[in-house]
């Protein structure tokens, strides 16, 4: 199984910028796919970016394009959200997965084979 730790979450005012890390282990996690997902208070858990094992394919929800950006290093077995352009409505709780299937992250949180604890993300106006 994949272990995974979030980090790097905070509070950060409007228009600021974060980076999440996602750092994985276990013995089959430099193959998986890996995905950053978000759920604010209230609310179900949303899809926020995906990349696939080698890094080569990426996927976005609409609501972060061209302001989030997804990548990992394979040696340090590390995913990072870069969070920029922030917005209030981008706070949340956000939580990284890992899956060997790269489109079932991109299709949502049900059924995924690890997750992380989870970081808190605070925007203010």
């Known amino acids: 199984q994949v272990q995974l730790v979030e980090s790097g979450g905070g509070l950060v005012q409007a228009g600021g910028s974060l980076r999440l890390s996602c750092a994985a282990s276990?013995?089959?996690?430099?193959?998986?796919?890996m995905g950053w997902f978000r759920q604010a208070p209230g609310t179900e858990r949303e899809f926020v970016a995906s990349?696939?094992?080698?890094?080569?394919?990426?996927y976005y929800a609409d609501s972060v394009k061209g302001r989030f950006t997804i990548s990992r290093d394979r040696i340090k077995n590390t995913v990072y959200l870069q969070m920029n352009s922030l917005k209030p409505e981008d706070t949340a709780v956000y939580f990284c997965?890992?899956?060997?299937?790269?489109?079932?992250?991109?299709?949502?949180?049900?059924?995924?084979?690890?997750w992380g604890q989870g970081t808190q993300v605070t925007v203010s106006s």
């Open positions: 997965a890992a899956d060997p299937n790269f489109i079932a992250i991109m299709r949502g949180p049900t059924g995924l084979a690890s």
């Open positions: 276990g013995r089959t996690s430099s193959s998986y796919a």
């Open positions: 990349i696939s094992w080698n890094g080569g394919n990426t």
